[in-house]
């Protein structure tokens, strides 16, 4: 199918794309009528984050987040069972829960007091018998509730799209990735919990701009980061790109890169592991004492769980600077310490949140130097990602102009240059130097989606092999 | 010393009619109330959001087959607490 631009007569979406030259025009960044497609497109298909459980652990907890443009209540039921609803009234659209997060029985809109249980049934209506005559069929007015849902160790995500493939489907070779960041330090799976609570803001730029340069752009930490870099902020407080003692760089053979599946769009700078097991621990956590020891054993768990296998997909250590990042096609980045989403707000705003991961059992002393960490390191007010808005947020208005429009944007950095690796199906990895792979991944999918008219169109699995 | 502000205040329950119905919100638990149909209900769970209680009918002269069962009862069908 050939989706074109509405405002721009016959001009089609593969238009503007030409991925084999590297070149994107810069129209799929700032037009309008790309944006509304976008949301129709791809975020109301595609499958996104929404939160992690150890946010509402108790029956009747909930906390609001966001799928696309949409607000949508996580929260879960009296019964213990996991909903994620649209935050508005089946009656005349007002927000039914306006707390960030918190405990509730019911979810009572304040404009005409329609009241849905934690499941999403509407219960109560006023005036349901003396006005209403008996005749309002209430189970057809509940919550609206996502497509599908699916908590994949600890974290949760979900697609309007009924027809979407199974999420395990959706993440093919990335799946490790995903549950290596909700695994604790020492290896055990969903052994994590959110600090809280999560940082938002919003930058005036497309959500593209981050979106498809996290885990995939290193060619700009030297220039951006300069300044953080000769401040040696990192934890291990020693220079440049981590550091000489970032786990990245541990001496554990690995060929560490650009992994992508441009057929899915997630990416990320992982490693395939050329010997079994897990890398040996850097001590990193030098003004923080104590802290060294919990993740050096932490690890040294973790290298008995993992045992002779190979775990690739994943980064090399625990805790922040684990060695790898990753993201989910299309508004996620992670690793085993942070959560990265930009959520879309206007074809010139993106809504960014930052969620952080920290061992539930850990103790106190090691949960409080991780959240000093993330909050120097990253976020609004962290060293590093102060640099990247400056970035993101004037390339977008520089772009806006007509003439600007008239000259694409640049992806050529390692075009042609990656290679398959047999031990990961799927993928293909650069691995000599900076390279713009991912980000040509993550564009080659926007192109799919922006013109599938169908799942069939989109998942190759389902084309190949006809079982999903 | 002086007794704290809190110890001076009104108790949170309030028992006031407002222009809609009967407020509910600080009612615990328990709280018996007649509702305009003549039905009378107690309270299992109280939502806090002044809107919303969930009861069980305790009378119910127009459906006694409702007897027995629980119900979301809204603010303004509450004619007055039972005592």
Known sequence: MVTYIRSRGDRSIRSLVDMEKGIVNREVYVNEDIYAQELEQIFRRAWLFVGHESQVPNPGDFVLTRMGEEEVILTRDHKKKLHVFLNT??????????????????????????????????????????????????SEWGLVEVGQMCNYFGS?????????????????????????????????????????PAQRWRLPTNWKF??????????????????????????????ADGGSRHPMKAPFPAKNGYISTSEL????????????????????????????????AAQEKRRQRVGDQFVHMQGASPGPFGGGQFHIWP????????????????????ESWRLYQVDKNAPQNVKDAIRHYDMRYCGPAGVTESDDMENWNYAHPASLGLTAQQYPY??????????????????????????????????????????????????????????? | MAESIGSQREPRRQRVNTPGGMFVRDM??????????????????????????????????DEPDLVGTEDWVFFGDVQEEVT
């Open chain 1, 265 to 296: 769009g997630h990416c990320g700078q992982l490693a395939i592991f050329e010997q079994p097991g897990v890398a040996p621990y850097l001590d990193t956590w030098f003004s923080d004492p104590g802290v060294d020891d919990y993740f050096r």
């Open chain 2, 28 to 61: 615990d638990p328990g709280t018996r109330l007649k509702l305009s149909n003549g039905a009378h209900v107690q309270i299992i769970e109280n939502a806090r959001d002044g809107g919303w209680v969930l009861a069980r009918y305790l009378e119910y002269p």
């Open chain 1, 89 to 138: 009234c089946r009656h005349r659209g007002m927000k039914v829960c306006r707390y960030d997060e918190g405990n509730a029985i019911v979810f009572t809109c304040p404009f005409h007091a329609w009241t849905f249980d934690t499941d999403g049934r509407l219960v109560g209506v006023p005036h349901l018998k003396d006005a209403y005559f008996g005749e309002l069929d209430k």
């Open chain 1, 331 to 350: 508004n996620a980045t992670m690793s085993n310490f942070r959560i990265l989403m930009w959520h879309p707000h206007g074809v010139g705003m993106t």
């Open chain 1, 156 to 196: 949760i995500w979900a697609t309007w799209d009924k027809k979407a493939p199974s999420f395990e489907d959706y993440l093919g070779p990335f799946a490790p990735s995903v549950r290596w960041a909700f695994q604790a330090s020492d290896g055990e799976d969903n052994g994590v919990e959110l600090l809280k």
């Open chain 1, 410 to 468: 640049n992806f050529q950095l390692g075009l042609g240059h990656n290679h398959a690796d047999d031990r990961v199906p799927g993928v293909v990895i650069g691995d000599k130097g900076p390279s713009e792979e991912n980000q040509r991944a993550r564009i080659n999918r926007w192109v799919a989606f922006m013109e599938a008219g169908s799942w069939d169109e989109l998942y190759p699995v389902a084309r190949n092999n006809g079982t999903h």
């Open chain 1, 210 to 239: 981050p979106a498809f340069s996290f885990a995939g752009d290193s060619a700009h930490a030297a220039m951006t980061h300069l300044s953080v870099n000769a401040a040696a902020i990192g934890p291990q407080g020693d220079g």
